[in-house]
C-alpha cells in the first residue's frame, strides 16, 4: 500500500531512445509534481498538473512530456534521450485544500542512466 | 534561487537534540517555511511547516523567530536513521524549491 509508486527503480537506456517512467499515487490528491535531481543532487521542478491540468512548467525541453491520464497517475515520456538527461527523477503529490498547496509526497524515484 | 541559506553540514550526537538553523531573510508576510529532508537513495519526507509560531509535530519542533528572518528545525532525540539532508524551504505557492540543505550525520 505504497503511497507515491514510481516505475521503473531503475532505467538504463541508450541516446536518442525514448522512454517513460510511470508514477500513481493512491493518497487521493489531486495534484501531482515531477522533480529532476542531476548528480549534483539539486531538486528541481519540472512539471505539475492539478486535476489533470498543467499548473506548473518549467523550463523543460519539450522532449519532455508528462501526461495525466487520472487525478491519480502522472507519466512522465521522454522522447531523443541526451547524456544530460541522466538523474534521479521524483514524482509527487499533494492536496490543495483552502487555497495552499499542502505537503508533498515523495515516491521513491527512478534513476535514470543514459549511454 | 533558493531563498534559504543552511550550513552545508554539521555532525549530531545520538541521543542528543540536533537544532538546525536556517536563515531567511527576505521571507515575506504570506510565505510558510518548509522543512523536508532526503535519507541517501529515497524520496524526500516532509517534516514540519509553519508560518510564524512555533510549531510541533511528532517528527520535530520548528522554532521561527519573531522577525521570521531565520528559524530552526529541532531534532529532539537524534537516532541513526535521522542521518539525511535537511531542507528549509519558504514557499508561497504550489512549487518546492529546493536548495543545498544542511547535511546532518548522527554518529553513535
Known amino acids: 500500500d505504497t503511497a507515491v509508486s514510481q516505475t521503473p527503480k531503475y532505467l538504463v537506456t541508450q541516446m536518442g531512445n525514448d522512454k517513460s517512467i510511470k508514477c500513481e499515487q493512491n493518497?487521493?490528491?489531486?495534484?501531482m509534481y515531477w522533480y529532476k535531481q542531476d548528480s549534483k543532487k539539486f531538486l528541481k521542478i519540472m512539471f505539475s498538473?492539478?486535476?489533470?491540468?498543467?499548473?506548473i512548467n518549467e523550463t523543460v525541453p519539450n522532449r519532455f512530456s508528462p501526461k495525466s491520464p487520472d487525478k491519480a497517475h502522472l507519466n512522465l515520456h521522454i522522447n531523443s534521450l541526451e547524456l544530460g538527461d541522466s538523474a534521479v527523477y521524483f514524482c509527487?503529490?499533494?492536496?490543495?485544500?483552502?487555497?495552499?498547496?499542502?505537503?508533498?509526497?515523495f515516491g521513491p524515484g527512478t534513476r535514470l542512466t543514459v549511454l | 534561487d533558493a531563498k534559504t541559506t543552511q550550513p552545508p553540514s554539521m555532525d549530531c550526537a545520538e541521543g542528543r537534540a540536533a537544532n538546525l538553523p536556517c536563515n531567511h531573510s527576505?521571507?515575506?508576510?504570506?510565505?510558510?517555511v518548509y522543512w523536508y529532508r532526503q535519507i541517501h537513495s529515497q524520496g524526500p519526507q516532509y517534516i514540519i511547516h509553519?508560518?510564524?509560531n512555533n510549531e510541533t509535530n511528532e517528527m520535530a519542533s520548528l522554532i521561527i523567530t519573531e522577525d521570521r528572518k531565520s528559524s530552526t528545525l529541532i531534532l529532539p532525540h537524534a537516532t541513526l536513521r535521522d542521518t539525511a539532508v535537511y531542507y528549509c524551504?519558504?514557499?508561497?505557492?504550489?512549487?518546492?524549491?529546493f536548495g543545498a540543505g544542511t547535511t546532518v550525520t548522527v554518529r553513535a
Open positions: 527576505t521571507i515575506s508576510g504570506n510565505e510558510y
Open positions: 498538473y492539478n486535476n489533470k491540468e498543467l499548473i
Open positions: 509553519g508560518l510564524k
Open positions: 493518497l487521493g490528491h489531486d495534484t
Open positions: 524551504i519558504v514557499r508561497d505557492d504550489y512549487k518546492l524549491s
Open positions: 509527487a503529490s499533494s492536496r490543495l485544500a483552502g487555497g495552499l498547496y499542502n505537503e508533498q509526497f
